[in-house]
């Protein structure tokens, strides 16, 4: 590609451009090419760029003249497309005219860095969790054996089990309507451990519904952190 004023003949321009070809080819070979792995390996080459340039400005020789006839009877069978700055405009999505789109900041889903009492609120929820799978688990290999009436004390155990992992995702990572999942996730612990009032003490209730509305708070007070300013990038 090559950028010149628009009074430069566009025969000039390819002229250049081959001469170029002519002079990369003879200074590396294939092997040389092929080899070159980080993107300014032909960094040198820009002097011949400049000698090859300066050339072309400032001296007019015979071979260049019959190159320039030579290309010009190429571009009268293949004419080289023009392009106007529309069709350039690249930088706003804009290109051989198609609409313009506009495009939005992408949202910004960082959260807030995690508090020590969020910390604590996960590593609750976790225990609570894992006890809910033991004894959901111990349970219906019980139930499997004696009766089959305990379906409801099962799932009593695996619900908050599920709803106190969602509550450990919802707190770590960003979710839309965290409100209501978060609402939701607390409805279903407080339920379960009501229905397992039999099977539970008074404290162990408590100590489950207070784990599971600490996650929840902590959960709504932690917030997106707000966008930095993208100024001086």
Sequence with gaps: ???????????????????????????????????????????????????????????????????????????????????????????????????????????????????????????LNIMCAALNLIRGIHLAEHSLQVAHEEIGNILAFLIPFVACIFQCYLYLFYSPARTMKVVLMLLFICLGNMYLHGLRNLWQILFHIGVAFLSSYQILTRQLQEKQSDCGV
Excluded at 41 to 60: C, G, M, P, R, T
Excluded at 99 to 122: D, K, Y
Aim: net charge negative; with cysteine.
């Design 1 to 123: 590609m090559a950028i010149c004023s628009r009074q430069c003949p566009a025969a000039v321009a390819f002229c250049f451009l081959e001469t170029l070809w002519w002079e990369f080819t003879a200074s590396y070979g294939t092997t040389c090419i092929g080899l070159a792995s980080r993107p300014y390996a032909f960094l040198e080459f820009d002097s011949v760029i400049q000698k090859v340039k300066w050339h072309f400005n400032y001296v007019s020789s015979t071979q260049m003249e019959s190159s320039l006839e030579k290309i010009q009877e190429e571009l009268k069978f293949q004419p080289p497309v023009v392009l106007t700055l529309e069709d350039t405009d690249v930088a706003n999505g804009v290109m051989n005219g198609h609409p313009q789109m506009h495009l939005e900041p992408a949202p910004n889903f960082r959260m807030e860095p995690v508090t020590a009492l969020g910390i604590l609120s996960l590593i």
